[in-house]
T-cell receptor, first 113, second 117 residues
Framework: DADVTQTPRNRITKTGKRIMLECSQT?????MYWYRQDPGLGLRLIYY???????NKGEISDGYSVSRQAQAKFSLSLESAIPNQTALYFC????????????FGSGTQLSVL | GDSVTQMEGPVTLSEEAFLTINCTYT??????LFWYVQYPGEGLQLLLK?????DKGSNKGFEATYRKETTSFHLEKGSVQVSDSAVYFC????????????????FGQGTILTVHP
């Protein structure tokens, strides 16, 4: 089983709908991240959390919100989806012992029509 | 702020050719540098890393040397295989809190590599 699991793997939705992407991990890491990947732009950080009570905005947080329900769970919400939020979304985890190395899930491909 | 710039792609090579993917960075202090690889349909995985100047990271025949004087971390492989076809990302992270913790990873834009038989 994957250490970092993202659900769903694919999602098609319409403009204005609320969407939640979920991430769970069995690695025991305290740090979790949400990135989005767009062609030619690499990965950009949306939100990150260094522990359950710590939530921080990344470079492109507008239009997104997150919830850290437990050490192992970190969900990303789009309150009112728009077409330019069509992208591949990745969750990642780390902790102090990983020396900066991140462990990624397999991604969620989101399409907003 | 911190940034990473990779050579523009895509890169197309024949099997057994020599590979170089350029990466330069802008950051204050002493970042750690990484190369991540993304195979089709998968998430990113760490390929190699270097944590201080002149360190060489290596894995699976790939190498990269941390050059502080040129702020570069170029990825090289002497003989590529079809199975190396993937997207390669250069990234940096800085230590915070006196070196006892790490901030967030900053990625370059990625370079698509295609290797033909």
């Amino acid at each position: 089983d994957a250490d970092v699991t993202q659900t769903p793997r694919n999602r098609i939705t319409k403009t204005g709908k609320r969407i939640m992407l979920e991430c769970s991990q069995t690695k025991g890491h305290d740090r979790m991240y949400w990135y989005r990947q767009d062609p030619g732009l690499g990965l950009r950080l949306i939100y990150y959390s260094f522990d359950v009570k710590d939530i921080n905005k990344g470079e492109i947080s507008d239009g997104y919100s997150v919830s850290r329900q437990a050490q192992a769970k970190f969900s990303l919400s789009l309150e009112s989806a728009i077409p330019n939020q069509t992208a591949l979304y990745f969750c990642a985890t780390s902790d102090l012992k990983t020396g900066g190395k991140l462990f990624f899930g397999s991604g969620t491909q989101l399409s907003v029509l | 702020g911190d940034s990473v710039t990779q050579m523009e792609g895509p890169v197309t090579l024949s099997e057994e050719a020599f590979l170089t993917i350029n990466c330069t960075y802008t950051a204050t202090g002493y970042p750690s540098l990484f190369w991540y690889v993304q195979y089709p349909g998968e998430g990113l995985q760490l390929l190699l890393k270097a944590t201080k100047a002149d360190d060489k990271g290596s894995n699976k025949g790939f190498e990269a040397t941390y050059r502080k004087e040129t702020t570069s971390f170029h990825l090289e492989k002497g003989s590529v295989q079809v199975s190396d076809s993937a997207v390669y990302f250069c990234a940096l992270i800085k230590s915070i809190a006196g070196g006892t913790s790490y901030g967030k990873l900053t990625f370059g834009q990625g370079t698509i590599l295609t290797v033909h038989p």
